[in-house]
């Protein structure tokens, strides 16, 4: 191991959230230690949870002295995940911190992956990776990363992720007012704008396991998308009037490409003599106008079979 490595792995601590997660927090401990360049520290902030089950694991883990890294249990009022980050992250002395999901779990070299991007890269104030997904949705998503242009349009860095402690300070943390979701997406955005040449890195491997469920809270985030996006909007308003051209048509490129492949299964149920979904049929029949949608239509019933 050489000397960078050494001061990475005594630099970084590591925060966890849990709200009743069972035995999925064990995994998300024991991912933590088995990296290739541990944290020093781990920090679980419990935010209120109730299941006794989950509450023995945490008495269990604060009692165990073999853990390979020592860990240190918060417990908090539900607050929502916002709070709870902020409160884990104030307790950390590290100049990074690393926050993790008590439901996800890490690749043994995501840590050294990722504080190596970070080392090479001083302008870049906060760092993660692709994602495996497992659960309900087997995956690798991809996530890019950027400067504050391509965030402004959609979230382009998992929640998991390694920050520069200063940034932190400067951007004042997460916002705890939102307990709906997108606050990650909010927090990066904060970041972006306290320093003018910031970005953030992705390393382009999957290296966390990020579960996935129906009734999870991401997915439920995504029927509040309107209401947390004008938030957002409202939020950083002078980020998105200063970049307002690059963030339309960044949202534009996202639909279009949705559009398009949406032409593209129609397109081959048609060839296959499969039949339309209510949805297909309704939009050839009454296709969106001014987005591209009836383009989209002439297409399709235009192509040659």
């Known amino acids: 191991m050489n000397a960078n490595k050494k001061i990475f792995e005594t630099d970084i601590e590591a925060v966890i959230t849990s709200y009743n997660q069972g ?33 023995n694991i945490l008495n269990n883990l604060e009692r165990n002295s073999d853990l390979p890294i020592p860990v240190t249990i918060h417990y908090q009022e539900n607050a929502g995940p916002s709070s709870a980050r902020n409160t884990g992250i104030k307790k950390t002395q590290s100049s990074m911190v690393l926050v993790l999901d008590g439901d996800d779990k890490l690749e043994p070299a995501y840590i050294e992956y990722v504080t190596r991007l970070l080392h090479d890269n001083p302008d870049m104030v906060a760092a993660s990776s692709w994602l495996h997904t497992f659960g309900v949705l087997n995956a690798i998503v991809c996530p890019t990363g950027g400067n504050i242009i391509p965030f402004l349009s959609r979230n382009c860095c998992p929640a998991t992720h390694i920050f520069r402690r200063a940034i932190y300070e400067k951007c004042d943390g997460y916002d705890e007012s939102m307990r709906s979701g997108f606050e990650d997406w909010d927090f990066f955005l904060s970041m972006l704008e306290a320093l003018p040449e910031a970005y953030i890195g992705i390393v382009e491997k999957p290296l966390i396991n990020y579960r996935t469920a129906s009734a999870s809270s991401n997915v439920k985030s995504m029927n509040k998308r309107l209401e947390l996006m004008r938030f957002i909007i409202e939020k950083h308003i002078n980020s998105y009037q200063s970049h307002v051209t690059e963030a339309l048509l960044g949202i534009e490129a996202i639909s279009g490409s949705r559009l398009y492949g949406w032409e593209n299964e129609i397109i081959r149920s048609i060839v296959n003599n499969w039949e339309l979904s209510e949805a297909s049929n309704n ?11 009836m383009a989209s239509a002439v297409r399709i019933v235009s192509m040659d079979i």
């Open 23 to 55: 035995s999925m927090l064990l995994e998300a401990v024991h991912s933590l230690g088995i990296q290739t360049m541990p944290p020093k520290r781990i920090i679980i902030v419990d935010d209120g949870s109730t299941d006794k089950y989950s509450l």
């Open 283 to 293: 939009f050839i029949k009454n296709p969106s106008y001014g987005d591209g949608g």
